[in-house]
């Protein structure tokens, strides 16, 4: 005979069956992460691509760019290394079934009636079109030419350079994959958040979403943007207790740019 049980008690299997302890961190700890991220991509940014860029060849702010996107694909490896090591140290093993809870890599749960997956996937289309039309709205600062993708596409020496440069799109390819999957979304919502509640309270999706903004030295014209992004990250990550929804939201701009430069190099 199959019997259904009340909401309150498949919540409570559901919680047990996840037998993961996230330990609470404290201030100092969490900014020490952060350091730990943010000091590396910053001095890959301005201290390592100015040195790289003399020593690659190609015309105009090509250089530049070549530096730029190997210097900071070595940064966004770097924090998928640093999560994999505090995991290890943490949960004392990096076993699919601890990582996946450890790190809220789990299906969405829905705040309302706890189900797990299903529907509650779909909040990710409202959530993808408003994270784009808000980067859309925020006026935006102009980065230096140097280091401006659009500048790079838009010149004849950027035109030139992408085309037919499989190597180097599959490089940009890796960098997306650890910029939005392997590294950023998964440092700071994946490991970070689920371990600030203690530090910060209710307010610790506001936290996340003030330090990832802070992370962005490496890109400052990018911060007034990367300040909304607490919205669409931060807090539905927190609200569905996955780090799949911050993880998809901060991808689709991604999957939107590798097409787009797809058509350049072919």
């Not at 559901?14 to 201030?27: C, H, K, L, M, N």
């Not at 992460?33 to 991509?41: F, G, T, V």
Request: aromatic share 12%; proline share 5%; glycine share 8%.
């Amino acid at each position: 005979m199959n019997v259904s049980l009340p909401l309150t008690q498949a919540r409570s299997r559901a919680d047990a069956a996840i037998s993961v302890e996230i330990p609470q961190y404290g201030r100092s700890a969490i900014f020490a992460i952060w350091a730990a991220a943010a000091l590396p991509m910053a001095a890959a940014a301005w201290l390592i691509t100015p040195l790289l860029a003399d020593r690659l060849g190609g015309d105009g702010i090509v250089p530049m760019a070549k530096a730029l996107y190997l210097s900071l694909t070595v940064g966004l490896v770097w924090q998928f290394v640093l999560v994999a090591v505090l995991v290890r140290r943490e949960q004392g093993t990096l076993r699919w079934s601890t990582v996946r809870d450890a790190l809220w890599l789990r299906s969405p749960r829905s705040p309302r009636n706890g189900r797990v997956g299903g529907r509650a996937w779909l909040i990710l289309i409202p959530l993808i079109v408003l994270f784009g039309a808000a980067h859309e709205l925020v006026p935006a600062i102009a980065a230096p030419e140097n280091r401006d993708f659009a500048t790079l596409v838009e010149s004849d020496a950027g035109k030139a350079f992408l085309s037919g440069a499989w190597g180097w799109y599959a490089l940009l390819l890796v960098s997306f994959v650890f910029n939005t999957v392997l590294g950023e979304e998964l440092l700071f919502r994946g490991f970070l958040l689920p371990r600030m509640n203690g530090a910060f309270g209710r307010g610790d999706w506001v936290a996340n979403g003030l330090l990832f903004t802070a992370y962005h030295l490496h890109v400052p014209w990018g911060m007034p943007a990367t300040l909304l992004d607490m919205f669409f990250l931060a807090y539905p990550t927190k609200r569905y207790r996955s780090a799949w929804i911050g993880i998809a939201v901060h991808s689709a701009q991604s999957v939107v740019l590798a097409i787009l430069i797809l058509m350049l190099v072919i």
